[in-house]
């Protein structure tokens, strides 16, 4: 039945149920975005579904709509995967705010917090469980949990979970749920592993893109400032002083993050941390402040490039270039979302040429080369060092290694052969 046009562009339409279209309207969801609009009915058919979309399209609400729906009318519960604790957070916070109003209550079961909480909002009996793979295998390891009556699994960034090295917690997992079920599984890329997996474990899956496989965000204006190592801190600090607005900086590496953090708060500006080092609380509160505005700058690894959702992100500085390209579409996928204007810098040192080729390759455009503020000297150029050409009168040498050990009699055994150089 065709669309009514005074419907087109909302929810209505979709198959959602009047009830839930009420508690969405309530909750100021009233446009579908493209992911939704063509996800949602066809998991409320109860058909598997293969979702390729860039990070910050709304694919929570996606799998969300459709699993909080057919649990209200059938047995059995939801599982949702997910690969960090901070993105397992805001699942259940969208879920909260929807599924409550319908009676449906969850249980996140992350690492970094406590078992025996976890245990006894398991003896409650939720009705979706949101989990991090490794803590779900804790509790079926400790016998705490059952997945015989899971009815529908959410696999939410799977090649995420995938690039962190979860691939056999997830097997695992999945060979422990009936073969009688609704599988989801979204991703933002589809890399040949997850095409495997979604082989050997969904049942003829509709496949829902609604961007190819590398599209950067929209509305995000892209800069690249080469310069020096060592001339990064006062260029990060001309950025700050230039942006007023929220700022999410990437950095490679937890001490790094942590010795940057240090170096911003030194200057007088409001900043927080989020690596694996920290605790969940700490990465909670530092997430809870950046929401806030209580800190306006926010210091991660790529732990966080897709387990942040805040609103009105102005800028993403890549302070260290990500170690794969693919990761460079998350990072900054963190800005310019849901239809909003976003800024995204990244800094990079002469000898990572081949690095932003890689990039650009990915998005398929070039990233614009800006100069540097005043009183910053210009990189040097790239120095490529040429092997010597060998001289003619140069004899072979070669390398007779040690003798071995003594033998019976006191000598020592002969060399076996010659190793030439």
Do not use: C, W
């Amino acid at each position: 039945m065709p669309i009514n046009q005074n419907q087109a562009g909302t929810f209505y339409g979709l198959g959602i149920a009047p009830q839930l279209l009420d508690i969405l309207q309530k909750q100021r969801f009233t446009v579908p975005t493209p992911i939704q609009q063509k996800a949602i009915p066809v998991a409320l058919e109860g058909k598997d579904l293969i979702g390729i979309a860039q990070t910050g399209t709304g694919k929570t609400l996606a799998f969300a709509v459709p699993m909080l729906q057919r649990l209200a009318g059938v047995k059995g519960r939801g599982l949702i995967l997910l690969p960090t604790r901070e993105l397992a957070l805001q699942v259940d916070e969208v879920l909260v705010k929807i599924g409550r109003l319908l009676g449906l209550y969850t249980a996140v079961l992350i690492g970094g917090a406590s078992m025996n909480n976890q245990i006894a909002a398991l003896r409650r009996n939720p009705h979706i469980i949101v989990a991090t793979p490794g803590r779900l295998i804790d509790h079926l390891d400790q016998r705490t949990i059952s997945l015989d009556n899971v009815r529908i699994l959410i696999l939410d960034e799977a090649d995420r979970m995938l690039d962190m090295g979860f691939a056999p917690q997830i097997k695992k997992i999945l060979n422990r749920v009936p073969r009688d079920r609704q599988t989801m599984l979204f991703s933002a890329t589809m890399p040949p592993a997850i095409s495997s997996l979604a082989a050997e474990y969904l049942r003829l899956p509709l496949r829902v893109e609604v961007a190819p496989a590398g599209t950067a965000a929209e509305r995000v204006d892209h800069e690249l400032f080469i310069v020096e190592k060592n001339d990064k801190p006062r260029l990060l600090e001309k950025v700050l002083e230039q942006y007023r607005g929220t700022v999410l900086v990437f950095s490679r590496t937890k001490h790094g993050a942590r010795k940057l953090t240090r170096s911003v708060k030194a200057k007088g500006t409001n900043a927080a941390e989020i690596h694996a080092n920290r605790t969940l609380n700490q990465r909670k509160e530092a997430l809870q402040g950046f929401k806030t505005g209580r800190y306006r700058v926010l210091i991660a690894t790529d732990i966080a490039a897709r387990g942040i959702d805040v609103t009105g992100i102005e800028l993403v500085v890549n302070y260290d270039l990500p170690d794969r390209a693919e990761d460079y579409v998350h990072r900054i996928g963190r800005t310019g979302r849901a239809g909003r204007p976003g800024k995204a810098i990244s800094f990079a040192t002469p000898d990572q040429q081949k690095d932003v080729r890689d990039i650009e390759r990915l998005v398929r455009f070039e990233l614009r080369r800006a100069p540097l503020p005043g009183g910053l000297p210009p990189p040097r150029p790239e120095v490529k060092f040429e092997p010597r050409p060998p001289r003619p009168e140069e004899r072979k040498k070669f390398y007779e290694p040690p003798r071995g050990p003594r033998g019976r009699h006191g000598r020592r055994r002969p060399p076996r052969k010659f190793y030439y150089v």
